[in-house]
């Protein structure tokens, strides 16, 4: 079907046929390429893998390989490589609004081989991959999403292969948008407190515009329409983009791919914006105070801290 959120039950049938496949597609990837690296004794799994991660990973055994089974392996691993990148950038816009189908493909790319990446005439699939993951990893606060995109850019762009290059260059405009973000969300002010309804409509309408350019915009686009106070909605905002750089930054050194020119270093103006826009935006949400009565009518004060901070 054309559009596999549909109505129809043949529709609804299909997408749960579809997000069984891919599970399946996932798990059975993960599954080859352990096994592979286990019958050539690779380090394949675990070359990138947190070390708090590694302790869980198959490792090589210490009995000698059979004869081929090196050769065996690299053959398998290739032709599995050829076909996820094939796949991979259909399916990522295919399933670009299902959250558990996104985060079982999105950890796909980190089992391509480098030599796969680099053939030339994967080289459109490829740059599709990682537009579509860096646009996704910029619309979408899902953690496990956001952590696999981050596990498996930070893959691409240190493995070596022809196009590393290109995944650097995409991730620093990835960096640059969720900077930028972060500028204009901290410069932003919230709506007054007693606005008249004419301007509180005309706020609504105003950030409703702003919206629909995700790269652009002061608050989240993944936000609107959850939040009904606009100190809330924007706070939220700047806590998604600081989530999204903090995961990212994690698996990889953005001081090596956030380089300039010019005299400015942008790792100093970004820690800069984010250091003096969060104290400026705890300076402004003073802590509130509730009141309220105990069995003796006594009243007590109750000082509570917004959760976001």
Request: net charge neutral.
């Amino acid at each position: 079907p054309t559009n596999h959120r549909g109505n129809k039950t043949s529709d609804r049938a299909e997408v749960a046929k579809q997000r069984v496949l891919i599970q399946m597609l996932s798990y059975a990837a993960k599954a080859e390429v352990a096994s592979i690296s286990h019958l050539s004794q690779s380090t394949f799994l675990i070359q990138d893998a947190d070390p708090d991660d590694k302790a869980t990973l198959p490792t090589a055994q210490e009995e000698k390989p059979k004869r081929n089974s090196k050769s065996r392996g690299a053959s398998s691993h290739e032709i599995l490589s050829i076909t996820i990148l094939k796949a991979l950038p259909n399916l990522l816009v295919k399933f670009k609004s299902d959250i558990p189908i996104l985060k079982s493909i999105s950890i796909l790319p980190r089992y391509l081989l480098p030599n796969v990446v680099s053939l030339p005439q994967r080289k459109k699939d490829f740059i599709s991959l990682i537009e579509d993951l860096c646009e996704i990893y910029n619309r979408e606060s899902d953690d496990v999403l956001l952590d696999n995109i981050a596990q498996s850019l930070a893959f691409l762009a240190s493995s070596d292969h022809s196009r590393s290059r290109d995944v650097r260059a995409e991730v620093k405009r990835l960096l640059e948008g969720i900077a930028e973000r972060l500028n204009k969300q901290m410069a932003s002010e919230p709506e007054a407190k007693g606005a008249t309804s004419e301007k509180s409509k005309k706020s609504r309408s105003s950030r409703k515009n702003s919206n629909r350019s995700a790269s652009s915009a002061s608050v989240d686009s993944s936000l609107e329409g959850a939040l009904v106070s606009p100190r809330e909605y924007l706070e939220q905002s700047i806590c998604l983009s600081l989530k999204r750089l903090k995961i990212l930054s994690y698996k990889i050194d953005v001081s090596h791919i956030m380089t300039s020119e010019s005299e400015d270093d942008p790792i100093k103006l970004l820690r800069d914006c984010i250091v003096d826009g969060v104290s400026k935006k705890l300076e402004m949400r003073q802590v509130d105070k509730e009141f309220e009565k105990d069995d003796d009518e006594t009243i007590k004060t109750i000082a509570t801290i917004p959760p976001i901070w």
